[in-house]
């Protein structure tokens, strides 16, 4: 919590306030709630501690938030399309995101988790264990060089980039 503090401004939740929309999902019923209005910086931060919540890797009790206990929301809804406009979805995992690295191989299988199409391949089980346990600050600097490439990739795909 302390690394977040540091790096977010006292106005981050007006900021953020129908911009950016949190996924969690409520840990006693399982149902999803997107989240995009924020009445304080520590409300904001409090959802997103919750939408990052992995039980038993983060710890043993959900985040409180408003109130009531929840983890993360890709339990219930990874890629959420918001109702009106574009939505963008961006992934770690090689599948059908708009925004993820080049499935690369001969393996063509799919799964749907969570609302997320992603190939099941090697590759994108190196990613899951890269992302319980992330690799030094030289391999993190290349996953986000390569987060980075596949952005521009897609933009200059949709032609909102030369």
């Known amino acids: 919590m302390e690394g977040i503090e540091e790096i977010l401004p006292s106005d981050a939740h007006s900021l953020a306030t129908d911009r950016l929309h ?16 924020f009445t304080s910086r520590e ?18 009790q959900a985040v409180e938030f408003r109130g009531q ?16 406009g ?6 770690p995992f090689a599948g059908l995101q708009d925004v993820c690295p080049v ?7 799919q799964l749907k ?3 997320m199409n992603i190939m099941f391949s090697v590759e ?8 319980l346990f992330p690799p030094s600050a030289g391999g ?20 909102w980039m030369s």
């Open 22 to 37: 949190v996924s969690i999902t409520h840990s006693k019923s399982g149902d999803n709630r997107l989240i995009s209005r």
């Open 113 to 115: 988790l969570a609302n």
């Open 69 to 84: 206990k929840w983890i993360d929301g890709g339990f219930t809804d990874s890629l959420p399309v918001l109702p009106v």
């Open 86 to 91: 574009r939505t963008v979805t961006v992934s």
């Open 140 to 159: 993190m600097q290349s996953l986000c060089q390569e987060g980075f490439d596949d952005a521009v990739s897609f933009l200059k795909r949709e032609a």
């Open 124 to 131: 994108n089980i190196k990613r899951l264990n890269q992302a």
């Open 43 to 60: 409300e904001l931060i409090k959802a997103l501690l919750a939408s990052s919540f992995v039980p038993v890797y983060a710890g043993i």
């Open 103 to 109: 499935h690369r191989g001969s393996f063509k299988t």
